[in-house]
């Protein structure tokens, strides 16, 4: 199957490109680096070093006998984008080409309006470049739990029945987004799905957990980025960084928070699956993907308890919350599409995490000098806000 990954660069698409080309896929992908300059506007890098894109191209090639056709393009710029469709021929296009970061959404309006601009239009130029070149791929595009909010219902995979005034109605389930990233990723999922309806398209759309884990090989031109600032920078990922340079984990609040979560790895395994099985024309499916529910005082613990078992001695402190959300709330979301096609959760989180610090250690130094940028700084309620910078891009 050829596999175009938007988005090749990054902290997924590096991994699946691996991954899917592992299982004999023919891959393809575009990237304009922009996770690279975001990372460095926070004033940070990935705690695991990266090569420049030349050096994982070649290191590719070496190792999976192919080379990945890849595309120096921006989503946004359209003509290129259907130029690099209709060149490539796609059997299905991965869309991770978005700016994946609530904190940087909320640093004040430039940003906000930067990543709405970025996510929305770009994924409406996808699909009308799909529409006219590929009409026939699949489009996996990753959305997130975050859509959803924390209702205090079960959350169904999409959709749900609803009956009302006598009659009943199958409807999505409402969005509850609890940042400007995640309501662009809110109307991301609606352009998808009227797509889907107008122009036949087929797409899967992945409602994915918080992913954690390390992406490390012998050829360390393979590496997969690994960040920590409080904008790029997963919670699980962070705690493990703060726990090799012995700084005390932070939860935000009172860490009752709950979530999602699954490892890099899973993801890879959930994400090549909805690939080898595409719905049909016109099909617009979601795809709830996590392995587990969990609270953020649940994760320092399983941090903190890894960390002993490598010599460390992780400390938990709670921060101030600075973002707006419910600390204590029902969480049940629904995940039954992936494991009715095969999903098996590999390695359980604890021995994930360990993994992870023991790949971190050796950058404990690059990590420490950058520790500061583990602190949060931006913060939900922030009023009367002066923009005088735009993000760098």
Same mark, same amino acid.
């Not at 596999?3 to 023919?26: C, E, K, M, N, P």
């Given at each position: ?5 938007? @988005? ?20 393809? =992908? ?27 191209? +070649? ?26 469709? *209709? ?24 940003? $906000? ?8 239009? @770009? ?5 009308? +470049? ?38 009943? %109605? ?11 990233? !995640? ?20 797409? &899967? ?27 790029? @920078?997963? $919670? ?6 703060? +726990? ?6 932070? #939860?935000?609040?009172?860490? &009752?928070?709950?979530? /999602? ?21 016109? %099909? ?15 994760? $320092? ?9 490598? @010599?460390?001695? #992780? ?12 600390? +204590? ?12 096609? =095969? ?14 610090? /023991?790949?971190?250690? #050796?950058?404990?130094?690059?990590? *420490?000098?950058? =520790?500061?940028?583990?602190? #949060?700084?931006?913060?939900?309620? $922030?009023?009367? &806000? ?5 993000? !760098?891009?």
């Amino acid at each position: 199957m050829r596999v175009f990954i938007a @988005g090749v660069d990054g902290y997924l698409g590096w991994s699946l490109a691996q991954h899917l080309a592992r299982r004999g896929h023919t891959i393809g =992908g575009a990237d304009a680096l922009l996770r690279r300059v975001w990372v460095d506007e926070m004033g940070s890098v990935s705690a695991i070093p990266i090569v420049p894109l030349d050096e994982r191209l +070649a290191a590719f090639s070496e190792h999976f006998d192919q080379q990945l056709q890849f595309f120096a393009l921006d989503v946004l710029d359209h003509s290129a984008l259907r130029t690099a469709l *209709a060149e490539f021929q796609p059997d299905t296009v991965v869309h991770l080409a978005e700016c994946p970061s609530a904190p940087y959404s909320m640093i004040d309006f430039h940003h $906000a309006d930067f990543v709405q601009r970025n996510n929305v239009s @770009g994924t409406l130029s996808l699909l009308f +470049a799909m529409r006219d070149q590929c009409p026939e791929a699949h489009l996996v595009k990753l959305g997130t739990m975050g859509e959803y909010g924390t209702p205090n219902l079960d959350i169904p995979e999409g959709f749900f029945e609803v009956e009302y005034r006598g009659r009943r %109605e199958r409807l999505p389930f409402p969005r509850q987004a609890g940042s400007w990233y !995640h309501w662009s990723k809110v109307f991301d999922s609606h352009s998808v799905a009227f797509a889907c309806k107008l122009w036949g398209l087929r797409a &899967t759309d992945v409602m994915q957990g918080v992913v954690y884990g390390t992406w490390c090989n012998p050829d360390t031109r393979l590496n997969t980025r690994l960040d920590f600032d409080e904008a790029f @920078g997963t $919670a699980l990922n962070r705690f493990c960084c703060q +726990a090799v340079i012995n700084q005390p984990l932070m #939860p935000y609040g009172q860490g &009752t928070q709950k979530r /999602g979560f699954l490892s890099l790895s899973d993801s890879m395994q959930c994400l090549g699956l909805a690939i080898d099985n595409p719905p049909a024309a016109g %099909e617009y499916r979601v795809f709830n993907q996590l392995r587990e529910v969990l609270s953020i005082n649940e994760l $320092a613990l399983i941090v903190r308890a890894a960390g002993e078992r490598c @010599g460390l001695t #992780p400390e938990i402190r709670h921060q101030d919350n600075p973002r707006l959300e419910d600390e +204590a709330h029902h969480y049940c979301p629904d995940s039954n599409h992936l494991r009715a096609l =095969g999903f098996r959760p590999s390695l359980p989180i604890d021995e994930v995490v360990r993994n992870m610090i /023991g790949d971190l250690l #050796p950058y404990r130094d690059r990590i *420490a000098s950058y =520790g500061q940028r583990l602190a #949060p700084t931006v913060r939900w309620r $922030a009023s009367h &806000t002066v923009c005088t910078e735009s993000p !760098h891009i």
